[in-house]
Nanobody
């Protein structure tokens, strides 16, 4: 089992940057595929990015490609999402998720553990 705690959200102007971090408990962090999802109030939670256990495979939703970068540090049990060139439409609550030995996936059902979320607000 793993517990996830996100941090790094906040308010930023369009064109700015934020770095989200997710700290995971447990000794088997390197066995989890990690993902980031986001939800706008009143809408469904959607996939943003994911990274394999080794960090060698990543996947992004088209709308963030070239702007966001997911990375992980298995020695520190953390996964990060570097967000550059932020747009107002990136405003959402961002969630960290962990999937036990799953493939790098955009499917929420592949992730069994979720953080509480961190708010990102991008002003125009």
């Amino acid at each position: 089992q793993v517990q996830l705690v996100e941090s790094g959200g906040g308010l930023v102007q369009a064109g700015g940057s934020l770095r989200l971090s997710c700290a995971a408990s447990g000794r088997t962090f390197s066995s989890y595929t990690m993902g980031w999802f986001r939800r706008v109030p009143g809408k469904e939670r959607n996939f943003v990015a994911a990274i394999s256990w080794s960090g060698g495979d990543t996947r992004y939703v088209d709308s963030v490609k070239g702007r966001f970068t997911i990375s992980r540090d298995n020695g520190k049990n953390t996964v990060s999402l570097q967000m550059n060139s932020l747009k107002p439409e990136d405003t959402a609550v961002y969630y960290c998720a962990a999937g036990w030995r799953t493939t790098v996936s955009s499917l929420q059902r592949n992730y069994g553990y979720w953080g509480q979320g961190t708010q990102v607000t991008v002003s125009s």
